[in-house]
């Protein structure tokens, strides 16, 4: 190989070269990470055009000849990625943009991996060391030559813009840069492809203005530290603040203060500082605050206080800046918080009224709930035994019997009637009666379970659902029942002898409580009740005092 085949790999060694510096003289983040994988990919063209010379076989010379025009390509759209990062110009990012960027660069990229029918490039010879380009090459230029005047436009909008003096030096840089690999582009194109019947092949033009603009990427990332987070929000974060900022060293000198400092005090850098000056002692607050500043500087120390100029309402944070557990400086922050102790004093004041408002309004709030719960023991329960009503144990039953159970639910119902109790009434009146109903009551309510549900179930019939109870159990506590009630003996007024009564009673035990479906657990239960209820007749009809019981 001559001379003039080895400028494309010094080339790709040059840019090796700056992407070990990149990578040694930066602190790494993840912008850094992504440009080094940039960069990476700008050796691969120099790199590309010596391996191809070195090989004989043409299917080989073939593939770096298509592994360098797919980097070009994808490498100019991530040019232009990388000049709206730099320039600043973010609303260029939007999904549209970049779909517009990266989505010619693909295509053309597939037009040349297939190259079909040798449209872009031919061999020569037999070999593509010299070569001939088809329409899919010149597509290939074009689409290159406007991303490269896209890059261009979007240097103009940075430098018309307002941030344009502070991000001068480094769109200056890229604008060289881009120019560089644009320049030496185009002369490869004029000089080895135009004019190459009539010129001898001059090597590493692209190579060349691909270093050239690399050179002005490292420039710019290393000398503006473009890619420093610290420095952007260094630039752009602390000026847009709303309070002010102070820093200081160790001799209280200003090292560095924002804009929104500006309405409070009229330092410069280099000027002492003096806390005293600003906030004359003239209260104890104030005071307390000051000894604290001077004598314990390695401490936070914070006021809210009034402004020398009477009108404006501060909020002053003094903390250390340390290093090494060493004091370097101080960061003083000015907040302006007049509207907010305004506010402060307006909401304080509302309160007092709002919590007048509340003391009333809570008073309200207990009578009402006071009369809901009443009025929902009513509508659950029996106004003169204070049981249940029918209507709430149905409510309890229907809720049961649609519960989805994976075991059988055995349970129980007992409907009760007090034997002769018309006898009652007419002898004694309905007063009397009326309380041989609550007597009744109370004996069966003392004897039966926590989970048990007694309800009336209408005039001197009651009715008691046993959960979770087998058919032994409830005959069981049927019994108990019959014999508590046969001997309870009832006092009433006007009436000489103690009044008893016995109770016949029905018993139904279920195997398993539960509906078909829950739009059938009305109907189950009116057919359970009318089983029931057939069970009370018979144990009526037998002769009363006594248990019949029936299973299901």
Request: negative net charge; charged residues 20%; contains cysteine.
């Amino acid at each position: 190989m001559d001379l003039g085949s080895w400028i494309d790999l010094i080339m790709c060694f040059v840019l090796f070269l700056l992407f070990i510096y990149i990578f040694a003289s930066v602190t790494v983040t993840r912008l850094h990470k992504v440009y080094l994988g940039f960069h990476f990919s700008m050796m691969i063209w120099p790199y590309c055009q010596f391996a191809m010379k070195t090989v004989d076989e043409p299917v080989f010379q073939l593939f770096y000849v298509k592994a360098a025009f797919v980097d070009a390509s994808l490498l100019i759209a991530g040019w232009i990625f990388f000049t709206i990062l730099i320039s600043g110009q973010s609303q260029f990012l939007k999904r549209k943009f970049l779909i517009l960027l990266f989505l010619p660069a693909v295509f053309s990229s597939l037009g040349v991996i297939l190259n079909p029918n040798e449209w872009f490039v031919r061999p020569v010879n037999g070999g593509y060391v010299e070569r001939i380009y088809g329409p899919i090459f010149w597509i290939n230029i074009s689409i290159l030559v406007i991303h490269a005047l896209v890059s261009l436009y979007i240097i103009y909008v940075a430098l018309v813009s307002d941030q344009a003096s502070r991000i001068k030096s480094q769109i200056m840089s890229l604008l060289r840069g881009i120019l560089a690999v644009t320049i030496f582009l185009l002369l490869d194109i004029l000089l080895n492809v135009v004019l190459d019947d009539y010129l001898p092949v001059i090597p590493g033009f692209t190579s060349l203005g691909i270093v050239i603009s690399a050179i002005f990427f490292v420039i710019t990332i290393h000398q503006d530290k473009v890619f420093d987070i610290v420095t952007i929000a260094h630039q752009d974060i602390i000026d847009t603040m709303e309070y002010g900022i102070l820093v200081l060293d160790d001799q209280e000198r200003v090292v560095e203060m924002n804009q929104a400092l500006h309405p409070y005090s009229k330092l410069r850098p280099g000027d002492r500082f003096h806390m005293e000056a600003l906030l004359p002692g003239t209260n104890d607050a104030i005071r307390t605050f000051l000894d604290k500043y001077r004598e314990h500087p390695d401490e936070l120390a914070e006021i809210e206080c009034l402004h020398p100029r009477g009108h404006l309402y501060l909020s002053i944070h003094a903390a250390p800046i340390m290093v090494s557990s060493v004091r370097v400086g101080r960061t003083i922050t000015f907040q302006d918080i007049t509207e907010l102790r305004r506010l402060i004093d307006e909401t304080n004041h509302q309160n007092t009224i709002l919590q007048e408002r509340n003391e009333s309004l809570i008073k309200v709030q207990e009578e009402l709930f006071q009369t809901n719960r009443k009025l929902t023991k009513m509508a659950i329960t029996d106004s003169l035994t204070e049981c249940y009503n029918r209507h709430y144990l149905t409510q309890q039953l229907e809720r049961e019997v649609t519960e989805s159970r994976e075991h059988p639910f055995p349970s129980a119902m007992i409907l009760i009637d007090i034997d002769f109790f018309k006898a009652v009434n007419d002898r004694y009146g309905h007063l009397a009666g009326d309380l041989v109903i609550c007597g009744t009551v109370e004996v069966l309510q003392r004897l039966l379970r926590e989970k048990d549900i007694l309800a009336r179930y209408g005039g001197e019939e009651f009715i008691i659902y046993l959960p979770d109870t087998k058919e032994t159990e409830a005959v069981t506590i049927a019994k108990q029942l019959k014999s508590a009630v046969a001997a309870n003996k009832m006092s009433i007024d006007n009436v000489e002898h103690p009044v008893s009564v016995t109770i016949s009673m029905g018993v139904l035990s279920i195997t398993d409580f539960k509906a078909g479906q829950p739009k059938d657990a009305s109907a189950y239960l009116n057919d359970l009740l009318k089983t029931v209820d057939k069970a009370l007749y018979a144990a009526k009809h037998q002769g009363r005092n006594r248990i019949v019981s029936v299973r299901r």
